[in-house]
């Protein structure tokens, strides 16, 4: 009878046991925030001379730069001095660095940028695989690109399923060439979120709240039309590229 109280004394303690508090984000975003880029052009004819559509974040040795392939133009007016960079904010002022394109990874949907002169503050990458369903994350960018302004906002998210790239699709007249053309190809997971992300979240660093590791990308746009075709408003699920898949493109030259 004691052996049973006992046992009946300790799961009533843990049952009790209030749950451990989420990540106080406060203390890493601003170290984040040093690290977060807008990604876009410069052309001094234009009005406005810069404009960013997408967010990219800083790795590496501080000039490299990550972010989705989709946010990086094909090209850029060289006619019309057109210049490929970073947005980032200096006080009060909006600053624009030119970048070089290094690489990019078409299939998982990310690119590589290098940057000269001043290095940047860089965050670090975590190792993707030990990835786990229910793991606490955030992500910090730019959700609307210059709608919003220069102002980097950071939102919490579950990882909430590690799923295939590419939900095949019940009838094969449902699918479209950009499916068909993924299905194609070896097959690969990633994460779905419990989040809302905008368009201009791509490229965004997602991050544990804790330690501010890396472990994955946003992909608000390209993963978006591949899983959830008949959604065209926010869904509460948002998508990202496992960050290993960073690491291999970083190693390309």
């Known amino acids: 009878m004691r052996g049973r109280m006992r046992a009946l004394l300790a799961a009533f303690i843990v049952a009790a046991a209030p749950a451990l508090p989420a990540a106080d984000l406060t203390a890493v ?15 001094r004819t234009r009005s406005p001379a810069t404009v960013f559509v997408g967010t990219g974040f800083v ?10 392939s989709h946010v990086v133009p094909a090209s850029v007016d060289t006619e019309r001095m057109e210049q490929l960079g970073i947005v980032i904010a ?3 002022m909006v600053r624009f660095r030119p970048a070089e394109l290094v690489a990019r990874d078409t299939e998982h949907d990310l690119a590589w940028l290098r940057l000269s002169g001043t290095p940047l503050p860089a965050l670090e990458l975590a190792d993707s695989t030990g990835a786990l369903e229910g793991q606490a994350l955030a992500f910090t960018g730019f959700p609307l ?41 070896s097959s690969y997971n990633i994460f779905q979120l419990d989040a809302t992300a ?3 979240n791509s490229g965004s660093p997602l991050y544990d709240p804790a330690s501010g590791k890396v472990w994955g990308v946003i992909n608000a746009v390209f993963v978006k039309g591949l899983k959830e075709t008949a959604i065209t408003n926010p869904s509460g699920i948002t998508y990202a590229v496992p960050v290993n898949y960073v690491r291999e493109l970083l190693q390309r030259k």
Request: net charge positive.
């Open 29 to 43: 975003v601003p170290t984040v925030k040093r690290s977060v880029v807008g990604v876009g052009t410069f052309e």
């Open 59 to 68: 790795v590496g040795d501080g000039l490299s730069v990550i972010t989705n």
């Open 90 to 92: 200096d006080g009060d």
């Open 145 to 185: 690109g210059m709608a919003l302004g220069l102002h980097a906002a950071t939102h919490r998210a579950t990882l909430a399923a590690i799923t295939p790239v590419v939900t095949p699709s019940l009838s094969s007249k449902k699918l479209d060439p950009r499916q068909i053309a993924q299905l194609q190809r």
């Open 198 to 200: 905008y368009p201009g």
